[in-house]
């Protein structure tokens, strides 16, 4: 009767989880040719000097999110169970990474758009003038330490969500038939049981451990508390800058708590919740590899400008 949980089972490590391992690889390599070119000609990026910063934040966050995939991958693929020591690296490779990305994202948006306390600074139509370049405090700072308080409120909810592991129910997945259900039971569990060594049926092998929980519902967010404070003392301090992008890096921590909560927790089902895990970081590898395209078009490349100017 497990045969539709185990059909799920496959979909999630057999054919999502490799299609990110494989893409999520192939994206940091191309990200990382492209930041440190040979041949311009073949760039799949065109990255001016004044980007390179922001680009390389998002290529050490697609390193980390690599490494948490291959951490997941090993419990997977090689030891088939939940590793207390691995799933903290994914968990803490993770977390990073997104808050990573998102200091990444902020940067370039803030380039090409926001230029805040710069020339062209996008509150400059609602505020005349620039006290930040006169060495006075923003007259946005009460909104920015509303926003830093938002963020550090944000992460006290984590902290009641529940601990309990998650058992897959393989009840919920049956199958409506009956002699596809009796050939899984009686002709392919026993051939799997004797020919794949540790191999157990779906509903007993599939587990969220506790000590994930743990990590992701209480020492992240924890964490997260803790750089959203240090960037509302930036902001006290004067240190606009530094206090907005330690504020946007604390939030993309506590993003990527907020995703597992609503993927376990939220759908009450740990397969669910697994498929919907990796169909996101699929959406991500894939809207990544797509913004980067459209944000660095290589046809911007002075060399091939000129060509199509003449």
């Given at each position: 009767?497990?045969?539709?949980?185990?059909?799920?089972?496959?979909?999630?490590?057999?054919?999502?989880?490799?299609?990110?391992?494989?893409?999520?690889?192939?994206?940091?390599?191309?990200?990382?040719?492209?930041?440190?070119?040979?041949?311009?000609?073949?760039?799949?990026?065109?990255?001016?000097?004044?980007?390179?910063?922001?680009?390389?934040?998002?290529?050490?966050?697609?390193?980390?999110?690599?490494?948490?995939?291959?951490?997941?991958?090993?419990?997977?693929?090689?030891?088939?169970?939940?590793?207390?020591?691995?799933?903290?690296?994914?968990?803490?490779?993770?977390?990073?990474?997104?808050?990573?990305?998102?200091?990444?994202?902020?940067?370039?948006?803030?380039?090409?758009?926001?230029?805040?306390?710069?020339?062209?600074?996008?509150?400059?139509?609602?505020?005349?003038?620039?006290?930040?370049?006169?060495?006075?405090?923003?007259?946005?700072?009460?909104?920015?330490?509303?926003?830093?308080?938002?963020?550090?409120?944000?992460?006290?909810?984590p902290w009641f969500a529940s601990l309990d592991p998650m058992p897959v129910d393989p009840r919920k997945f049956v199958l409506p038939f009956e002699s596809w259900n009796a050939w899984y039971d009686r002709a392919a569990v026993p051939w799997m049981q004797t020919n794949l060594p540790g191999f157990e049926k779906s509903g007993v092998a599939f587990v969220l451990p506790s000590f994930m929980m743990v990590l992701e519902f209480r020492i992240l967010p924890a964490a997260a508390l803790v750089v959203a404070l240090a960037g509302i003392v930036c902001l006290l301090r004067r240190r606009e800058h530094l206090g907005v992008r330690v504020l946007v890096f604390a939030a993309g921590v506590l993003a990527y708590t907020y995703f597992e909560i609503v993927l376990y927790r939220g759908t009450g089902d740990a397969l669910i919740g697994s498929l919907g895990h990796e169909l996101g970081e699929l959406w991500f590898v894939l809207a990544t590899a797509e913004f980067l395209q459209r944000a660095f078009d290589p046809s911007r490349t002075p060399q091939r400008q000129a060509v199509a100017a003449t």
């Amino acid at each position: 009767m497990d045969f539709g949980a185990a059909l799920m089972g496959f979909l999630i490590a057999g054919v999502v989880k490799v299609a990110v391992m494989v893409l999520g690889a192939r994206l940091v390599v191309k990200l990382y040719r492209a930041t440190y070119p040979e041949h311009p000609s073949r760039l799949w990026l065109y990255l001016p000097k004044d980007s390179l910063p922001e680009v390389r934040l998002m290529w050490w966050s697609l390193v980390l999110f690599f490494v948490s995939e291959f951490t997941c991958g090993i419990e997977i693929y090689i030891i088939t169970q939940a590793h207390p020591i691995l799933t903290t690296a994914h968990g803490i490779a993770s977390s990073v990474g997104m808050g990573l990305f998102a200091l990444g994202m902020y940067l370039y948006v803030d380039r090409h758009l926001l230029r805040y306390a710069q020339a062209g600074c996008l509150l400059n139509r609602v505020c005349p003038s620039c006290p930040v370049r006169d060495g006075r405090d923003c007259r946005f700072l009460q909104v920015l330490l509303f926003g830093g308080t938002l963020v550090a409120l944000a992460a006290l909810p984590p902290w009641f969500a529940s601990l309990d592991p998650m058992p897959v129910d393989p009840r919920k997945f049956v199958l409506p038939f009956e002699s596809w259900n009796a050939w899984y039971d009686r002709a392919a569990v026993p051939w799997m049981q004797t020919n794949l060594p540790g191999f157990e049926k779906s509903g007993v092998a599939f587990v969220l451990p506790s000590f994930m929980m743990v990590l992701e519902f209480r020492i992240l967010p924890a964490a997260a508390l803790v750089v959203a404070l240090a960037g509302i003392v930036c902001l006290l301090r004067r240190r606009e800058h530094l206090g907005v992008r330690v504020l946007v890096f604390a939030a993309g921590v506590l993003a990527y708590t907020y995703f597992e909560i609503v993927l376990y927790r939220g759908t009450g089902d740990a397969l669910i919740g697994s498929l919907g895990h990796e169909l996101g970081e699929l959406w991500f590898v894939l809207a990544t590899a797509e913004f980067l395209q459209r944000a660095f078009d290589p046809s911007r490349t002075p060399q091939r400008q000129a060509v199509a100017a003449t």
